[in-house]
C-alpha cells in the first residue's frame, strides 16, 4: 500500500478508535467500517486522486455517520460517568481525524473549496469546549456536507477553466454536474439530483456532438480531396516533373471518391442538423473541426495550423470543385483565383512555439497553474490564490 494512502486511512482509524464507547453495536460498526476501508485502500496505488475515489466511494460520508454516532454517544456516557474520571470527548479531539486529512490535502490546490471547509470547521471548533454545541453549530452550517460537495465542485470547476467553451458536447456534462452539486444539501439530494441527471446527460452530449462528428468527416473528404494523397500530390507531381502513372492514378481516384463522399456527407448535414456549408465557417467551433488542426492547450483549449489560409484553401476547393460538375481533369488543371498556399500539417517547431503562447496565454486560470505547479513540484499553502472560494 502506498505510504501516504496508509498515512491517510491510519488517520481515519485512529480517529475512530480515539472515540471511546461501551456500545457493542457501535465497536462491531467501527471493525466493519475498518475493514471496509482497508480493503478499499489496498486497491488504490495514487495518493493524489486517492482522497476523491474515497469520497465517491462512499466511505467518507459513512465515516462522518459513524463518528457523529460515536460523538453524541459518548457525549451523553461522559456526562453519566464524569465523577469516575473518564475523559470527555472536545470538540478538538473529534476534529483530530480531519486534521490528518487537512494537513495531506492543504498543498493541492485543486482541493481548495474543500480545504475551506475544513478551515471553517476547526474554526467552530476552536469557538467551543461543548460538543454539543460544537457539533449543533457544524450541523447548522452544514459542514459534513460540504466537506464532500464543495471538495466536488472544486475540483469540477478547475477542470472546467481548462477547457474549451465552446465544446459544448464535453463541457455539458461537467457543467450539469456543478450545478447539481450546487444544488444538494445532503447525501440523498446529491444522489438524486445525479439521477435525474443521467438521463439527460445520456442524451444531451451525443446530441451536441452530433454536428462535430460530421463536420469532422467533411474536413477529411475535403482534405483527402485537397491535399497530398490527392490534387496537392498531383500538383507536386506536375511541378517537379516527376509524375509516375500509378501514383497519378491513385491520387486522382482519391479526388473522385472523396468528392462523391464529401457532397454525400454534406447532404446528412444539411438534413440532420440544418447546417449549411457558410454556417459552419460561421461557427467558430465547427470551423476550427472541419480543419486539420493540431490541440496545443491541455483540453483542447487552443489549437494550431501552420497555414492561415486553410479555411479559404478548403472553402474554394467545396465551393468551386467539389459542389460543381466539373470534370476530374478540370478540377485538377483548375488554380485558384487567390494565392492560397500549399496544404501541410504544423511542423514540430510551430506546435512547440504554439504550445508556449498557448501556455502564456492561459498562465493565469487555475487548471493551469495547477499543472504548472505539479510539473515544478511547487503548491500554493492555504491562500486560496487564483481560486474562486464560495463564501459561507
Known amino acids: ?126 469557538k467551543h469546549s461543548d460538543i454539543t454545541e460544537f457539533l449543533l453549530e457544524v450541523e447548522k452550517e452544514n459542514l459534513l456536507w460540504k466537506l464532500s460537495s464543495e471538495d466536488a465542485i472544486g ?56 454536428p462535430e462528428k460530421y463536420v469532422n468527416n467533411l474536413g477529411l473528404h475535403i482534405m483527402i480531396y485537397r491535399g497530398p494523397k490527392g490534387k496537392e500530390g498531383i500538383m507536386e507531381m506536375i511541378a517537379t516533373g516527376n509524375c509516375p502513372k500509378p501514383a497519378f492514378i491513385g491520387n486522382a ?25 457558410d454556417d459552419i465557417l460561421a461557427d467558430e467551433f465547427l470551423r476550427y473541426k472541419l480543419i486539420s488542426t493540431s490541440n496545443v492547450c491541455g483540453l483542447s483549449k487552443a489549437y494550431v495550423q501552420s497555414n492561415p489560409n486553410i479555411i479559404d484553401l478548403m472553402a474554394d476547393a467545396f465551393k468551386n470543385e467539389i459542389m460543381t460538375d466539373i470534370s476530374l481533369l478540370e478540377a485538377i488543371k483548375r488554380e485558384p483565383s487567390l494565392k492560397l498556399g500549399r496544404w501541410r500539417m504544423p511542423e514540430d517547431r510551430e506546435v512547440e512555439r504554439a504550445q508556449e503562447i498557448a501556455r502564456d496565454t492561459f498562465k493565469n486560470l487555475p487548471y493551469f497553474k495547477y499543472e504548472d505547479q505539479l510539473k515544478g513540484n511547487s503548491f500554493h499553502i492555504g491562500s486560496g490564490d487564483g481560486f474562486e472560494i464560495k463564501p459561507f
Open 1 to 126: 500500500m502506498d505510504a501516504t494512502i496508509q498515512m491517510m486511512i491510519q488517520g481515519y482509524i485512529d480517529g475512530l478508535e480515539s472515540m471511546n464507547t461501551s456500545d457493542e453495536s457501535i465497536k462491531q460498526e467501527i471493525e466493519d467500517y475498518k475493514k471496509e476501508l482497508l480493503s478499499f485502500a489496498e486497491t488504490q496505488n495514487d495518493a493524489v486522486t486517492f482522497f476523491t475515489k474515497f469520497q465517491d466511494s462512499g466511505l467518507m460520508a459513512k465515516y462522518m455517520d459513524l463518528s457523529s454516532k460515536i460523538t453524541m454517544g459518548t457525549q451523553t456516557q461522559s456526562q453519566a460517568s464524569s465523577a469516575s474520571g473518564k475523559p470527555t470527548v472536545t470538540p478538538e479531539k473529534w476534529l483530530e481525524p480531519f486534521r490528518t486529512a487537512y494537513n495531506y490535502i492543504k498543498n493541492l490546490p485543486i482541493r481548495e473549496r474543500g480545504l475551506a471547509v475544513y478551515r471553517k470547521l476547526f474554526e467552530i471548533g476552536e
Open 253 to 277: 481516384s482519391n479526388m473522385a471518391i472523396a468528392k462523391l463522399q464529401a457532397r454525400r456527407t454534406m447532404e446528412i448535414i444539411k438534413k440532420s442538423v440544418g447546417l449549411s456549408f
Open 155 to 210: 475540483i469540477l470547476n478547475i477542470t472546467y477553466t481548462g477547457m474549451d467553451f465552446l465544446y459544448k458536447g464535453l463541457t455539458y456534462p461537467i457543467r450539469k454536474n456543478i450545478e447539481a452539486w450546487n444544488n444538494s444539501v445532503c447525501e440523498a439530494d446529491a444522489h438524486y439530483l445525479q439521477d435525474c441527471l443521467a438521463e439527460d446527460i445520456a442524451a444531451t452530449p451525443p446530441r451536441l456532438l452530433q
